[in-house]
Each structure stands twice: as C-alpha cells, then as structure tokens.
C-alpha cells in the first residue's frame, strides 16, 4: 500500500484494542488480507466539530475521524471500543482509493490494515459470554418469509408524533445472520441468529418506539406477529479482540 502523509502524528507505542462484538461466525486475522491501493492521511490541528464520510466506486473520503471513529468502521460489529485516551481527541482527513476488485462492503477489511501499518494496531481474540437474545424460529417462520434474489441492507424513516412515540418504517433485504446483526444495533444488545434458516428474506417492518421505555419493545412484537421470529433473551457467545 502506498502512503501520501501531509502531517504526522508522533505514535511511540502500538495501540491495544479491546472490542466486544457478537459472533457471527467471521474471524479477524491479525493482518488483514484486503488493503487500499493508496491513502492519504492528513492529522488535523484545528478544533474538529464535525465528522462526513464519503464514497464512490473509487474512493472513500473521512473528513474529521477520530481513530475510534476509524476503529468502528474496522470492527463493524463491535459493541465497546477501549484503548489509549488520545485516540479521540486526535481527527484525521483520510482519502483512500480502493485495490483493482475492491468496493465499500470490503471497507472494515482495508480499515483494518490500515490501522496495523499506519498506527501499529495489535489485537487478539477470545470467547466470552455476554447477555443479548438468541434469534429463534416458530412454526409459521417459514411461510411467513419472502424469499429475495440479493441482499439490500436495511433502510427506512422514523417521524415523532406528538405523544413521546416515535414510529419507526424500515425495509430491506437480508439474510438471517444479517437482520440479527440489525436487530443487535436496534436493541444496543447481542443478538445471534439461531434460526438455522439459508437464504435472502425481504423485511418490511414497521413499529412504534416507546422513547419513555428506552427501547424498541414494539419490534420484537412486529417480528413475532410477522414473521414468526423470537428473540429469546439469553447469553450468548461474544468474541473479545
């Protein structure tokens, strides 16, 4: 990978990451496989207030991100990031261009690499256990499932009537693994697929979020009467890095 570095940020020790993440049955290796054909990193000395992420087939531009900003995109599934104080204070303006092949959905692979050559990223990993819920299946599951010809991750709206309840309409196009990982970013708990169930679904899924409770206590709800799916709150299996 090439390099293009207007300022740099004097970085004496190797970073220690700790990330807590569900396991979805992908592994992180150590060093990355995937890299950016080039980056231009530039460090930041003005006072920072604001953070966009941009891109096309070619590049992708961060504007203002922080390495824990950096550190989410490398570790998508990641539920708590911890590691050196100044890693949020420091903000950066990135521009990277994407490897001959290369394209966004493969971003956290190539943020991953950048992490370890630019700032000497060092992590390993172990099996943990953590409170979350266990998406399961019923009877109907099966019927009640729209099968799709290729994925479209979730998108929708959500509006605030008066009354406190936000409704929230959101719909794509997904795997099992793949709503789990949504639903986990919904509920701000673990959540892993245990259906047992192959194969591209639609989901239309519309609900009313209570912001008094805290929660989305409607979606389980939407997902039981629609669809046939639970969520079963148990721990499950988290993997440390």
């Not at 993440?21 to 150590?30: C, N, V």
């Not at 104080?85 to 493969?106: E, L």
């Amino acid at each position: 990978m090439l390099w293009a570095t207007d300022i740099m940020a004097p970085m004496s020790k190797s970073l220690v990451l700790a990330v807590f993440l569900a396991t979805t049955g992908a592994a992180y290796a150590q060093k990355p496989d995937l890299s950016f054909e080039v980056a231009s990193i530039h460090l930041r000395t003005d006072d920072v207030s604001s953070f966009q992420m941009k891109h096309d087939p070619a590049l992708v531009t961060w504007t203002g991100a922080s390495l824990r900003m950096l550190f989410s995109f490398a570790f998508r599934d990641a539920w708590d990031v911890d590691g050196p104080s100044w890693m949020g204070p420091q903000c950066y303006d990135i521009v990277a261009k994407f490897p001959p092949g290369g394209t966004f959905d493969q971003v956290d692979r190539m943020v991953r690499n950048l992490l370890v050559s630019r700032w000497g990223l060092k992590y390993r990993t172990e099996q943990r256990s953590a409170p979350g819920f266990a998406l399961v299946a019923d009877e109907k599951t099966a019927a009640s499932l729209q099968p799709a010809d290729q994925e479209e991750g979730m998108s929708g709206t959500g509006s605030a009537p008066r009354g406190g309840s936000v409704e929230i309409t959101v719909k794509g196009k997904l795997t099992l693994p793949d709503l789990a990982k949504y639903l986990a970013g919904e509920l701000h708990r673990p959540v892993v697929d245990q259906t047992g169930i192959k194969g591209i679904y639609a989901f239309d899924l519309k609900w009313s979020q209570d912001d008094t409770l805290g929660g989305d206590p409607g979606l389980p709800n939407v997902l039981r009467d629609r669809f046939g799916l639970r969520l079963k709150s148990q721990n499950v299996p988290v993997e440390v890095i």
